[in-house]
Antibody, heavy 120, light 107 residues
Framework: EVQLVESGGGLVQPGGSLRLSCAAS????????MNWVRQAPGKGLEWVSF????????YYADSVKGRFTISRDNAKNSLYLQMNSLRAEDTAVYYC?????????????WGQGTLVTVSS | EKVMTQSPATLSVSPGERATLSCRAS??????LAWYQQKPGQAPRLLIY???TRATGIPARFSGSGSGTEFTLTISSLQSEDFAVYYC?????????FGQGTRLEIK
């Protein structure tokens, strides 16, 4: 059974940093591209970042470019999102999501999400 | 950036009836279009990809159609568990973008 479990969310002050993790199981993690998607309270879905399985391709939404860094450790079956210079508008539930069929396609499995709250 | 616009924002339909949800892209996305269902407190669930292919385990009452800039998600006979928020997403170009969602509520 495919499982994605996020962790690392919490309350952080504006300008602070946080590192999110996503533990993957039930599939060969190293062969799948992965994404982070977020959802602000009561709002819609916003794609945040993508990392390929092996080509080294990485993409970011303009709203986080230069502040967030996506990475992965295939030996640990884990995906990460380092978030720096956090702003109030980064407050959201952050989901990791598996890219279904390759490099930037639909998301076939999602984690349960981890809440990040940026507030003083 | 390709902007995805969903309509209506809220759709009220009775159980057993048909629901039709629309998604429009600001530029062509070919058939690189997915639909998701999200219930309160849950992660989104993939319903449709490639504009018209049902994901694994999705009931046949869900169907998708369209290409280019106009897409439709149809739920043929609404069940109680279908009342949720639905999102479309394009994956033809970076950044990947979602529509703002359609809330499907019980009439």
């Amino acid at each position: 059974e495919v499982q994605l479990v996020e962790s690392g969310g919490g309350l952080v002050q504006p300008g602070g940093s946080l590192r999110l993790s996503c533990a993957a199981s039930g599939f060969t993690f190293s062969t799948y591209s992965m994404n982070w998607v977020r959802q602000a309270p009561g709002k819609g879905l916003e794609w945040v970042s993508f990392i390929s399985s092996s080509t080294g391709a990485i993409y970011y939404a303009d709203s986080v470019k230069g502040r967030f860094t996506i990475s992965r450790d295939n030996a640990k079956n884990s995906l990460y999102l380092q978030m720096n210079s956090l702003r109030a508008e980064d407050t959201a539930v952050y989901y990791c999501a598996r890219d279904s069929r390759g490099s930037g396609t639909e998301f076939d499995y999602w984690g349960q999400g981890t809440l990040v709250t940026v507030s003083s | 950036e390709k902007v995805m616009t969903q309509s209506p924002a809220t759709l009220s339909v009775s159980p057993g009836e048909r629901a039709t949800l629309s998604c429009r892209a600001s530029q062509t996305v070919s058939s690189h279009l997915a639909w998701y269902q999200q219930k309160p407190g849950q992660a989104p669930r993939l319903l449709i990809y490639g504009a018209s292919t049902r994901a694994t385990g999705i009931p046949a009452r869900f169907s998708g159609s369209g290409s280019g800039t106009e897409f439709t998600l149809t739920i043929s006979s609404l069940q109680s568990e279908d009342f949720a928020v639905y999102y479309c997403q394009q994956y033809t170009d970076w950044p990947l973008t979602f529509g703002q969602g359609t809330r499907l509520e019980i009439k």
